[in-house]
C-alpha cells in the first residue's frame, strides 16, 4: 500500500491535515516554533493552505499544560507536537489515541521507554546521545583544569534527570571531580540552589537540559556571571545569554527534524513505526567575553575545535 493510500485511509480526501502544538514557552521567546513552521515549508505544507496549525502557549506556567493539552484534543488534530516531560505527561492524560511527536533530551534508549509504552501512538526525536553528558564534564574540565567541585543543577521533577546525575557520578571520578547535585523545582529557585551550592564550595556550574532551566535561562546566566561559576550548558541559548560554554544540538533543528516525523505521520505511518530519530552532529559554542569577565584563559586546543567563538 502507497503513501498515497495509507494517507486516504487516515484522513478524508480533501481534509486539510490538523497539527495541534503543545508549547511550554511564549510567542515572544520561541525561536524553535517558528523553526518547526519552516521544517513543516520543507516538506510542502503551507499553512492556512494545505495544513492548519494550532498552538497552545504555556508561558512558563506548567501546570497549564493539562488544559492547553485538553483544549487541543478538543480540536481534534491529526498531529499533537510537544516537547519535554511536561508536554508529554499532559498530552498523555488528554489522548491516548492521537498520534504524537515528542521532542526529548533524554538518550534515544530512555525516550523510547518512555514514549513507546503503553500505548504505541507516539514518536519523536531527542536531543541527546548515551555519551553527550560526560563529554559535556570532559569539556568543562578542559576548559578550567582547576576545578574540583561542580554544582550540577536539575530539575527533579523529571526522574530521569536524577538518573543522569548518578551516571555522571563515575566519568566525574575518572576527571577529579566532585559533584554537588543542586535542585530547582520551579522558576524562580534556581537562585536558592546555586547560592547553596556556593556555599558547599563549588567552582563550577553544570546545566542539565530542561524546559524550566531553559525559560529561566536568562536568570542562570546572570547568577553564573554573579558567582564567577564557569558553567556547561546543553543549547547554545544559553551562551547566546551570556553563559560560558555549550555542547549539543540546536534546539531549533530538533523541531525542524520533529517537522519530518510529522510528516510521516500525516503520509499514514503508524507513530509505533516511526523510530525515535537521534541527533548527530553537535556544537561547541563558547563566549569568550564571559571567559575574561570570570578571568579564564580557554586552552588553545579548546578554542580550535569550537564550532562558534561569541565575542
Not at 506556567?61 to 487541543?72: G, I, W
Not at 533524554?106 to 513507546?116: L, Q
Not at 510528516?263 to 556544537?283: C, I, S
Request: charged share 25%; aromatic share 6%; with cysteine.
Amino acid at each position: 500500500m502507497g503513501n498515497d493510500t495509507l494517507n486516504a485511509v487516515a484522513r478524508p480526501a480533501g481534509k486539510v491535515p490538523r497539527v495541534g502544538l503543545l508549547a511550554n514557552g511564549s510567542a515572544a521567546t520561541s525561536p524553535s516554533v517558528d523553526a518547526f513552521r519552516r521544517g513543516l515549508r520543507d516538506f510542502g505544507y503551507v499553512e492556512g493552505q494545505n495544513i492548519a496549525l494550532e498552538i497552545r502557549w504555556a508561558e512558563g506556567r506548567f501546570e497549564r499544560l493539562n488544559e492547553l493539552a485538553t483544549e487541543l484534543v478538543r480540536w481534534k488534530p491529526d498531529v499533537l507536537v510537544t516537547a519535554g516531560p511536561y508536554g508529554l505527561q499532559a498530552a498523555r492524560q488528554a489522548t491516548t489515541t492521537i498520534p504524537m511527536v515528542v521532542i526529548m533530551c533524554d538518550p534515544a534508549e530512555t525516550v523510547t521507554e518512555r514514549i513507546a509504552r503503553p500505548s504505541g501512538h507516539i514518536t519523536g526525536v531527542t536531543c541527546m546521545s548515551a555519551d553527550l553528558t560526560p563529554k559535556r564534564l570532559q569539556l568543562l574540565k578542559e576548559a578550567v583544569p582547576s576545578i574540583r567541585r561542580v554544582a550540577v543543577l536539575y530539575n527533579p521533577f523529571d526522574p530521569n534527570k536524577a538518573e543522569e546525575v548518578r551516571q555522571m557520578q563515575a566519568p566525574a571520578r575518572t576527571l577529579g571531580i566532585i559533584l554537588q547535585p543542586a535542585e530547582a523545582r520551579e522558576l524562580g529557585a534556581f537562585e536558592t540552589a546555586v547560592v547553596g551550592a556556593v556555599r558547599e564550595g563549588a567552582e563550577a556550574l553544570f546545566v542539565l537540559p530542561d524546559p524550566l532551566t531553559q525559560l529561566d535561562r536568562r536568570r542562570i546566566t546572570n547568577l553564573a556571571a554573579k558567582h564567577r561559576l564557569p558553567a556547561m550548558y546543553g543549547f547554545k541559548e544559553f551562551v547566546e545569554a551570556g553563559g560560558l560554554m555549550s555542547y549539543g544540538t540546536m534546539q531549533t533543528d530538533l523541531y525542524r527534524r520533529a517537522a519530518a516525523h510529522v510528516d510521516k505521520v500525516l503520509r499514514g505511518a503508524n507513530p509505533a513505526d516511526v523510530p525515535v530519530e537521534q541527533a548527530t552532529h553537535f556544537e561547541l559554542v563558547i563566549n569568550l567575553k564571559t571567559a575574561k569577565a570570570l578571568g579564564v584563559t580557554l586552552p588553545q586546543s579548546l578554542l580550535l575545535r569550537a564550532d562558534r567563538l561569541i565575542e
